[in-house]
């Protein structure tokens, strides 16, 4: 993907990952949003699976911790923001907010409820990665446009180095994910694929954006 004018000022740095330093972040991946019955399925989240059980495989092996994020609201709330704009969802404390099972999630993993598309505003994940000194993070999930962008927005705000693995998220559409990786790997961090965190997770290996200069 050629740059455009603003966008070829970008600055190339290679990460490598370290399993004390890092933590896997899995964005959204609830029943809400995959599974027959849910309010808002995003079609195709199947292919999703294998890269991100990879991840958190590879991420569990370097002893990174694996983050599990649940887009999750209380009812009753007189002017709830995301329902301002989406159909009302995720209902806490219900099958809708919780992992697939697919993923194997366990329950001594972290799990972090959001009540916005970031999953920084206004929770404990930022104090929770501070306490435990990571500064890298590997986010995945559901929608690229969405969730997961706000959440390397705002992880890229915080100090942290991030990589995104495009085949280990989906957007609303095509045209979605192109754009936001587009923007995620010239603004915000790296954008990479699951092979390449696989190996940077188990070998060391450097992990250079997949959009060049």
């Not at 399993?19 to 808002?40: H, Q, W, Y």
Request: with cysteine; aromatic share 8%.
């Amino acid at each position: 993907m050629s740059l455009d004018v603003f966008s070829a000022h970008l600055e190339q740095q290679d990460i490598h990952l370290d399993g004390t330093r890092s933590a896997l972040i899995v964005i959204d991946m609830i029943n809400e949003f995959c599974k027959p019955g849910g309010r808002m399925v995003l079609p195709g989240y199947e292919s999703l699976v294998g890269p991100q059980l990879a991840l958190v495989e590879a991420a569990r092996a370097a002893g990174a911790p694996v983050i599990w994020v649940h887009d999750a609201h209380r009812p009753g709330m007189r002017h709830e923001r995301e329902w301002a704009k989406r159909t009302p969802h995720g209902l806490e404390n219900t099958w809708a907010t919780e992992i697939i099972e697919d993923l194997g999630a366990r329950p001594d993993d972290i799990h972090v409820t959001k009540r916005r598309y970031s999953a920084f505003f206004q929770t404990d994940l930022d104090l929770t990665l501070k306490d435990m000194q990571i500064d890298q993070l590997v986010v995945c999930g559901v929608v690229t446009n969405i969730c997961v962008r706000s959440t390397v927005h705002d992880a890229f705000f915080n100090g942290y180095e991030v990589v995104v693995p495009a085949d280990a998220c989906a957007a609303t559409g095509p045209r979605e994910q192109e754009s936001s990786l587009y923007d995620i790997a010239t603004h915000f961090g790296i954008v990479s694929d699951t092979q390449s965190v696989v190996a940077a997770f188990s070998k060391g290996a450097a992990l250079t954006n997949m959009i060049a200069a």
